[in-house]
C-alpha cells in the first residue's frame, strides 16, 4: 500500500495494474511549480485542479472547489485522484475523493516530509471547519501512497525541519535503538530514505491496529496535547506563529517533563530528548503569562473525555502510555520548567 521508491517507478506501475475512466491532479501553487513536472509525462491526460497552498486555505469552501473540479470534468465513480502536496492537499484531497459521489479512487504523492512520514498514512482525512482543526472528516485508506524522498530537494528548510519532530516522535514512542542512532547526527544530515521507511512502519504498524483510534493510536499523539496547546496560542501572533513541528518539539519536551515526573524516564533518559530537542528546535518563547490560556487549550485536545484532560507519555524511550490524566497544576509545572 505504502511505497517508498522513484516516483518515475511507482506511479507507471500503479496506473499500469488499474483501469481508471479519467484521472485528476490536486495541486497548489508550490507543487505545480516544484513536483507537477516530474509526474505530468507519467501521466495518461488528465484534469488539473489547482488551490492555494496553506493550512488557512483547509476549509469547505476549497472542498468545494475540488468537488467542482470534479464535476466540471464529469468525473464518473471510476475516476483517480492523485494528491500530489503535503498534509493540506492530502487530507483535503482524500476527503473529496471519499465524498464525491461516495467515494472514488485516490492516491496520495505526499511532498513534505510531514506528509511522507505522518500524514499520508493512516487514513485521517479532513478539511479544518469554524476555526477547528480537522473537524469534519473521514477515515479512508488511499488507493496508494506512493513516496520518494526527492520531492524533499524543493522543500524549504524549515518545513523539513518541522517534518522532522515526527520521525523524532516515532522513534521516542516506539524504537529506543532508533532514537540512540538518530540523535547521533544533526538533522540537517539525516538519511530522509531510510528515516521515512522507518517512520512509515511504525505508523503503519499503530493505526492498523487500531485504525480508529480507540486505544493504542493515542501513542502518536505524544507531544500533541500541549504541542497543539502551544501551536494553536500562538497563531494569534503573525510574527511568533510555529510550524507544526516546531510546536510538538516544545510538546515533546514538556510531556517528556511529565514523564520524568513521574519517574517514568531516567534523568539520564530525559537529558539525552531534553539536549537534542533544544539543539533542533530551539526554544519557542512562551511567557509566563501564557501559560494559563495554554493549559486552558489542552481541554479542547480530541483524546479528552470529559472533562480530563489525558496525555499519551514515554515510559522509558522507545514506548508510551495513554489515557493518562494530567491536572493543570502539572502542565503548568512543565511550562514553567520549559521557559525557566
Ligand atoms: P502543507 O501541506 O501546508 O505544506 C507546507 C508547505 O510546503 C506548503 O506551502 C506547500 O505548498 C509546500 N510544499 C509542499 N511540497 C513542496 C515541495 N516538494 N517543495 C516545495 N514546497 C512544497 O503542510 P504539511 O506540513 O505537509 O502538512 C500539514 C497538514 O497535515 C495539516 O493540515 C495537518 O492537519 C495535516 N496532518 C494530517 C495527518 C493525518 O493523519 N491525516 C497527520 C499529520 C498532519
Ligand atoms: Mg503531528
Not at 495494474?17 to 488528465?46: G, M, N
Not at 472528516?137 to 496508494?144: E, L, N, S
Amino acid at each position: 500500500m505504502v511505497q517508498i521508491a522513484p516516483i518515475t517507478e511507482s506511479l507507471p506501475a500503479f496506473l499500469a495494474s488499474h483501469s481508471f475512466s479519467q484521472v485528476a491532479v490536486l495541486v497548489d501553487e508550490q507543487t505545480l511549480q516544484h513536483c507537477y513536472p516530474r509526474i505530468q509525462a507519467l501521466l495518461p491526460p488528465h484534469t488539473l485542479i489547482q488551490i492555494r497552498s496553506g493550512e488557512s486555505e483547509k476549509h469547505l469552501e476549497t472542498a468545494t472547489q475540488i468537488w467542482e473540479g470534479l464535476t466540471k470534468a464529469a468525473f464518473d465513480r471510476h475516476g483517480l485522484l492523485i494528491n500530489l502536496g503535503g498534509g493540506v492537499i492530502g487530507d483535503m484531497g482524500g476527503f473529496c475523493a471519499a465524498t464525491y459521489k461516495r467515494g472514488i479512487a485516490f492516491i496520495q504523492i505526499p511532498s513534505t516530509l510531514l506528509s511522507q512520514v505522518d500524514a499520508s498514512v493512516g487514513g485521517k482525512l479532513g478539511i479544518d471547519f469554524q476555526g477547528l482543526k480537522n473537524h469534519i472528516g473521514v477515515f479512508q485508506i488511499p488507493d496508494a501512497v506512493l513516496i520518494d524522498a526527492d520531492f524533499l530537494a524543493t522543500l524549504p528548510p524549515r518545513e523539513l525541519r518541522s517534518g522532522f519532530a515526527e520521525v523524532i516522535k516515532h522513534c521516542l514512542i516506539a524504537d529506543a535503538a532508533k532514537w540512540e542512532e538518530l540523535r547521533q547526527q544533526s538533522w540537517e544530515t539525516q538519511n530522509w530514505t531510510d528515516l521515512i521507511a522507518h517512520s512509515v512502519a511504525i505508523k503503519e504498524r499503530v493505526t492498523q491496529a487500531d485504525p480508529t483510534e480507540k486505544g493504542l493510536r493515542k501513542i502518536l499523539n505524544f507531544g500533541h496535547t500541549l504541542g497543539h496547546a502551544i501551536e494553536t496560542y500562538f497563531l494569534e501572533e503573525p510574527e511568533k506563529r510555529l510550524l507544526h513541528g516546531e510546536a510538538i518539539a516544545a510538546g515533546m519536551l514538556t510531556e517528556a517533563f511529565l514523564s520524568r515526573q513521574r519517574g517514568w524516564l531516567t534523568e539520564e533518559q530525559f537529558a539525552t530528548i531534553q539536549s537534542y530537542l533544544l539543539q533542533t528546535y530551539g526554544k519557542a518563547q512562551i511567557p509566563t503569562d501564557a501559560f494559563e490560556a495554554i493549559v486552558e487549550l489542552t481541554a479542547q485536545d480530541k483524546k479528552n473525555r470529559g472533562k480530563e484532560v489525558r496525555f499519551s507519555l514515554l515510559e522509558g524511550i522507545g514506548s508510551c502510555r495513554f489515557d493518562i490524566p494530567v491536572s493543570n497544576s502539572e502542565m503548568q509545572e512543565a511550562l514553567t520548567y520549559y521557559a525557566g
